[in-house]
C-alpha cells in the first residue's frame, strides 16, 4: 500500500462550554465524534500518515464495548522511518542547538494549549481507557504542570567548574542525549507522556512516543498541539502499535540513543536485553508495584485514614503501579478498622466514567479484567477473607455493557499468597496483620518490588526509623501520594532504576561532558 501523507491541521477549539455535568460530558464526546472526529494515523516527519504496512487495530471503549477507531498499527518499517527523521532533527540543531530559555518558551505554548484542550484530552482517556473523567481531568492538572514545570527548569540548570591550578580549567557540562524513545502505559495516559516527554524535550532531545495500543488517542491529538506550539520538524513523533512490533523495533534500533519505559516488570527486564543486544543505549525504567501502606493504632482519626486507605488502591480502577495494594494494619486496631474501609470501599463503586460522580471507571479490556477475576478466585482458593466485591458488575454497572469489577477487599492474607505478592493491576485489596514494628516493615520488605510504601503513624521516632528502613523510591506519611513536581517518582528492586518528575529526571536525559583546557601560563 502506498503510504498516504495528510498536512497537520490547525487545532480547532471543540470546547465552547466547560463541561461539568454528566450530561455535558456525554454531549462533548458525541460533538468530538460528529464535528471533527478521531486521529488514527501515526504523527512522523510533522504530517499524519498510515503505518506503512498499512495495518490497524480496533480501540474500544470498556464502559460501552463499542469500538471507537481503527488505528494505524505501526512496525520495524514505521520505527526505522521515524528514528532516521528524529536523527536528522536532532543533528539539525534548531532544536537541540536552541538556546534553553527559547525551547522554555515552546513548551510553556505546548502547556497553555494543553490547558485549552483540557476536557477534550480528558475525554479521551476516558473513552479509550475507562478512567472516570474526574480522574483524567486530574490527570490533565498533573500533565500540564509537569510540561511547566520542565519548562520554567530548563533555563535555571547550571554546568560546573571544577577545583583547578592556574595552568587548566575544568568544565563539566550537560548536554542531550540525542534520540529518545518513550513507551509509555495505558492507566495514565496523558499524564505518564507529559512525564517522559517533558524532560526530554526540554533538555534539546528528539522524542519519538510509543502510547498503548489500549490508549492511543490523546497521544495523537497532542501531536498536533506539538506542532502548534512551534516544535520543528521532527522533534515530536507518535508511533502508535504494539510492543512487540514497533516497541521492539524501536528498543533495537541502533540510532536510539535513549529507552524511557513506565509498565510492567516483565517487559522491562525484555527492554534491558534489547539495549544490550543493540547499542547500550540508556534504558530508565518505572515498572510494577505492590506497595504496602502501614497502619499503626496510634495513627489519628481513624476514618480519615480509611477513606485514604481505600482510595489507594481503588482509585482508577487499581490500575496503577502504585497502587497501596498490601494494607498492613496494627492488629489491636484491625478489625475496627478494615471495618472502616469495607465502609469506605463501599462509597467508591464503579459507574459511568463520563460521570463526575463515579468514583471509579471500567476496566481496560476484557484481558484484564479477566485477569483479575483470576487473582479473586485464587485468593479465595487460597483460604484469604472475602469481605467484599469479588465480582464482575458487568450487568449492573453501566446499562449491561462494559467492564466493570467491584472494589474487592481480601483479610487474612498471608505472605504465601499470590494476592499477597503478586501485581494484580486491579481494584483487589490484601490486609495483613501485624504486632510489632519489626514485624511490619519484614512484611513490607518481603517483595520483589520497592516503588511505594505508606506509612501511618504520631510517633515521630517511628516514623525516621521505619520510612529508612523501608526498601522503596518513596515513602508517604500520613497521606498516599499527596507529592508533585518537586520530588522524583521511581523505585527500586524490581520496580525499575528511572526517576521521572523533579530536576533528577532532567538529569536523565543529558549526558555529562568534561572539557579539560590547558592554559598557557603567564609571562
Known amino acids: 500500500m502506498t503510504r498516504s501523507e495528510t498536512p497537520i491541521l490547525a487545532a480547532s477549539v471543540l470546547e465552547t462550554t466547560v463541561p461539568e455535568t454528566h450530561a455535558d460530558w456525554r454531549a462533548l464526546a458525541e460533538r468530538l465524534r460528529t464535528e471533527r472526529g478521531l486521529e488514527t494515523r501515526a504523527y512522523v516527519d ?35 522511518a521515524a528514528v532516521a527523521v528524529a536523527r536528522r532533527a536532532f543533528d539539525g540543531g534548531e532544536w537541540s542547538r536552541r538556546a534553553p530559555g527559547e525551547r522554555k518558551a515552546v513548551l510553556l505554548r505546548l502547556a497553555e494549549l494543553m490547558e485549552a484542550h483540557r476536557h477534550e484530552l480528558a475525554l479521551l482517556d476516558s473513552l479509550d481507557m475507562g478512567k472516570p473523567v474526574s480522574s ?25 567548574i571544577a577545583p583547578t591550578g592556574e595552568d587548566s580549567l575544568g568544565l563539566v557540562m550537560r548536554e542531550p542525549l540525542g534520540v529518545v524513545a ?38 495523537l491529538r497532542l501531536a498536533q498541539l506539538t506542532r502548534e506550539a512551534g516544535l520543528p520538524r521532527g522533534v515530536f513523533q507518535v508511533l502508535p502499535g504494539f510492543g512487540h512490533t514497533v516497541g521492539k523495533a524501536l528498543a533495537l534500533s541502533m540510532e536510539v540513543d535513549c529507552l524511557a519505559f513506565t509498565g510492567s516488570t516483565g517487559v522491562g527486564k525484555q527492554l534491558m536485553q534489547y539495549a544490550g ?34 482510595a489507594a488502591i481503588f482509585h482508577n480502577q487499581g490500575e496503577v503501579c502504585i497502587a497501596g495494594s498490601r494494607l498492613l494494619v496494627e492488629n489491636s486496631i484491625r478489625e475496627a478498622f478494615v ?83 503478586e501485581e494484580i493491576f486491579g481494584p483487589v485489596l490484601a490486609v495483613f496483620g501485624f504486632d510489632t514494628e519489626e514485624e511490619a516493615v519484614r512484611l513490607a520488605n518481603d517483595s520483589d518490588y520497592g516503588l511505594a510504601a505508606g506509612l501511618w503513624s504520631q510517633d515521630i521516632d517511628r516514623i525516621m526509623r521505619v520510612t529508612r528502613r523501608l526498601r522503596s523510591g518513596q515513602v508517604f506519611v500520613n497521606n498516599w501520594a499527596d507529592m508533585d513536581q518537586t520530588v522524583p517518582f521511581g523505585g527500586v528492586k524490581q520496580s525499575g532504576n528511572g526517576r521521572d518528575k523533579s530536576h533528577h529526571s532532567l538529569e536523565e536525559y543529558s549526558d555529562l561532558k568534561a572539557v579539560w583546557m590547558s592554559l598557557t601560563p603567564a609571562p
Open 182 to 219: 518513550s513507551i509509555v502505559p495505558w492507566n495514565f495516559p496523558m499524564m505518564m507522556t507529559a512525564w517522559k516527554i517533558g524532560p526530554a524535550l526540554a533538555a534539546g532531545n528528539s522524542v519519538i512516543l510509543k502510547p498503548s495500543e489500549k490508549s492511543p488517542l490523546s497521544a
Open 46 to 80: 510533522d504530517a499524519f500518515v498510515e503505518a506503512i504496512g498499512g495495518e490497524t487495530f480496533t480501540t474500544a471503549n470498556p464502559a460501552t464495548g463499542e469500538p471507537l477507531a481503527e488505528v494505524a498499527s505501526c512496525d520495524a518499517a514505521d520505527a526505522e
Open 339 to 421: 471495618d472502616k474501609v469495607l465502609a469506605a470501599a463501599e462509597r467508591m463503586q464503579p459507574g459511568d466514567p463520563l460521570d463526575p460522580a463515579s468514583f471509579m471507571g471500567a476496566i481496560v479490556d476484557e484481558t484484564q479484567h479477566a485477569r483479575i477475576l483470576e487473582y479473586i478466585r485464587r485468593g479465595v482458593e487460597e483460604g484469604a477473607t472475602l469481605r467484599t466485591g469479588g465480582r464482575a458488575l458487568d450487568g449492573e454497572a453501566q446499562n449491561g455493557k462494559g467492564l466493570f469489577i467491584a472494589p474487592t477487599v481480601f483479610d487474612g492474607v498471608t505472605d504465601r499468597m499470590a494476592i499477597g505478592r
Open 277 to 310: 543486544q543493540s547499542n547500550l543505549k540508556k534504558v530508565f525504567l518505572e515498572c510494577g508495584g505492590k506497595s504496602p501502606n502501614l497502619i499503626f493504632a496510634d495513627c489519628k482519626d481513624l476514618d480519615r485514614v480509611a477513606e485514604h486507605a481505600a
Open 136 to 160: 483524567a481531568m486530574g490527570d490533565m492538572a498533573g500533565a500540564i504542570g509537569c510540561i511547566r514545570h520542565h519548562a520554567e527548569s530548563i533555563d535555571k540548570l547550571y554546568g560546573e
